[in-house]
T-cell receptor
Framework: AQSVTQPDIHITVSEGASLELRCNYS??????LFWYVQSPGQGLQLLLK??????LVQGIKGFEAEFKRSQSSFNLRKPSVHWSDAAEYFC????????????FGPGTRLSVLP | GAVVSQHPSRVICKSGTSVKIECRSL??????MFWYRQFPKQSLMLMAT?????????EQGVEKDKFLINHASLTLSTLTVTSAHPEDSSFYIC???????????FGPGTRLTVT
């Protein structure tokens, strides 16, 4: 079945440590790819997006993501995590034949230790 | 950047009453808006796609008569939960897309509690 997966439900890292959140999709063609962050009780904020071109994309708050076609992945990374990064992270995909509809992954909750 | 607002941010209502949630794009026109529902510690579930001037497109399993969507203008969509019951309690989030972008801008969400 076509889907978006985020294998890690919950990740805990120490402040200052590096971070990688995984996202895989199972749509045939290259979809549009997004990462959003959600703080408790809040809406979603766009971190970055990939439509085409350079496979390493830079986003806000020091985040970056790399699109790997061969692995159908779009992993989110940050070299040094801050306590304020603790939140829920969602990978989202617009499959090429779905119009504008997003398909969200299940989310990864990030906890940051002082 | 594009801003989407929702009102109210929180609402508590009694079982059997109806509740209206507004979603507005503040600085752009949105021909398409989306309504999502999010249960605690879960991902967003698309409920419906709202198109200005036409009927909304509902996802499978979403009751059209219970969740009434009206996209009255290019900057306003409303979701009315009719005859609400406790199981309708949830976090409702809207988003809007400024054409021709595929990027969705999300509202801050509305916490609905039905007692």
């Amino acid at each position: 079945a076509q889907s978006v997966t985020q294998p890690d439900i919950h990740i805990t890292v120490s402040e200052g440590a590096s971070l990688e959140l995984r996202c895989n999709y199972s749509y045939g063609a290259t979809p549009y790819l997004f990462w959003y962050v959600q703080s408790p009780g809040q809406g979603l904020q766009l971190l970055l997006k990939y439509f085409s071109g350079d496979t390493l994309v830079q986003g806000i708050k020091g985040f970056e993501a790399e699109f790997k076609r061969s692995q159908s992945s779009f992993n989110l990374r940050k070299p040094s995590v801050h306590w304020s990064d603790a939140a829920e992270y969602f990978c989202a995909v617009v499959p090429d034949n779905y119009g504008q509809n997003f398909v969200f992954g299940p989310g990864t909750r990030l906890s940051v230790l002082p | 950047g594009a801003v989407v607002s929702q009102h109210p941010s929180r609402v508590i209502c009694k079982s059997g009453t109806s509740v209206k949630i507004e979603c507005r794009s503040l600085d752009f026109q949105a021909t398409t808006m989306f309504w999502y529902r999010q249960f605690p510690k879960q991902s967003l579930m698309l409920m419906a796609t709202s198109n200005e001037g036409s009927k909304a497109t509902y996802e499978q399993g979403v009751e059209k008569d219970k969740f009434l969507i009206n996209h009255a203008s290019l900057t306003l969509s409303t979701l009315t939960v009719t005859s609400a019951h406790p199981e309708d309690s949830s976090f409702y989030i809207c988003s809007a897309t400024p054409p021709p972008s595929y990027e969705q801008y999300f509202g801050p969400g509305t916490r609905l509690t039905v007692t």
